[in-house]
């Protein structure tokens, strides 16, 4: 099983950077795809960013060129870069990672993040 622990959520002012960290409990490289998901207050949870195995990264259209999504092999770690940051992007952040031939689901534990305006 994989468990990941995110960090680096808080309270940031609208327009500043925030860089989130999921740390997996496992090499990523036997990860497939790893990705962050967020959920604001009344809304479904949605696909923020995500990359492959390979390298190759997909954005909501509400944060791209804003969010970057990256991975460290050698640290078992994956970040999201986020700046410019606006209100509506004020959610609970989660990292998740999917593998296997079933192409299992794994969470973290999800971080807070707030932008005030």
């Known amino acids: 099983q994989v468990q990941l622990v995110e960090s680096g959520g808080g309270l940031v002012q609208a327009g500043g950077s925030l860089r989130l960290s999921c740390a997996a409990s496992?090499?990523?490289?036997?990860?497939?795809?790893m990705g962050w998901y967020r959920q604001a207050p009344g809304k479904q949870r949605e696909l923020v960013a995500a990359?492959?195995?390979?390298?190759?990264?997909n954005y909501a259209d509400s944060v791209k060129g804003r969010f970057t999504i990256s991975r460290d092999n050698a640290k078992n770690t994956v970040y999201l870069q986020m700046n410019s940051l606006k209100p509506e992007d004020t959610a609970v952040y989660y990292c998740?990672?999917?593998?296997?031939?079933?192409?299992?689901?794994?969470w973290g534990q999800g971080t807070q993040v707030t932008v005030s305006s």
């Open positions: 998740n990672a999917r593998k296997g031939i079933l192409y299992r689901a794994y």
């Open positions: 496992e090499s990523i490289v036997s990860i497939n795809d």
């Open positions: 990359i492959t195995s390979g390298g190759i990264t």
